[in-house]
């Protein structure tokens, strides 16, 4: 069996923070999860308001905008973190709704909160005498247990997810799809085609959409445009391929849709800096 995967981690932290404490409404474009570990607080998403009491989870999808607010008279504790993975029926299951509401008497029924205290525990070992961490200082034994948790927590949230009741999606007859949803079903479709030379025209032709109206709605919703989106993953993907394999450049360059290694090779180099050989590990 080849499992071939990867696995978005940023932002991933604990914290406490004040009564009135609050962080303004924003959007990101990775998959967002959220557990309170002490006091309460409104979550709102999407314009919903969700109360959060210790214990509880919501996973909020990519692209919803969202603000916290610590409103009861006690200090807010929470872990939260930013994540994507490139597996298309993962992303599909994760993006069924705005945001995923899990109470602490169904997230109980897993190993939820072990795998948080443990993600603690590493990030705690690893923080500066000042209490500050980042993933540069950390071991790479560290690195590999916290993907490893992640995972775990993303697997066990999404078991709970497929026994909760199914949320209740819109339909085109009670109304037109909001433009966040218009923006992932482009985000789907261009994250299929990365591969390849994947056109925005196309994407937002099979979609009804003008170009500049598919550029509009994503940029919106992603906080960038459908081009700037296919670099980022296709750079991923060049560094995935480079570091994880020994294909020859003119097979990475064809996987990735350039139309030659040398132009693969000045778009790598506009991206990091440096050239896919400098790139590549040294044996």
Known sequence: MDLINTLQVVGCHFDVQPPGWCYPRHHHHLFELLCCLEGEVIQEVNRDNIILRPGDWILIKAGMRHQTMNTSGSQYGYFNVHFDLDVPEIRSMLATAPYRHIPHQEAERTKLSSYVAELERIIQRNQSPEGSETTETFRFEDKLLLQS??????????TLLRELPAPHIPTAREGSLPATDVAHAIEEKLSQGINEETSVASVAKELNLSRSQC????????????????SRQKLNSAK??????????TDIAEKLGFRSASHFSRQFRRWTGQSPTDYKPKQ
């Open 240 to 249: 995935e391929l480079l570091v994880t394999t020994n294909l020859p450049m």
């Open 149 to 158: 948790y992640t995972l775990l927590i993303i697997h066990d949230i999404l």
């Open 215 to 230: 550029s509009k709605l994503f940029s919106k919703v992603y906080g960038l445009s459908p081009r700037q989106y296919i």
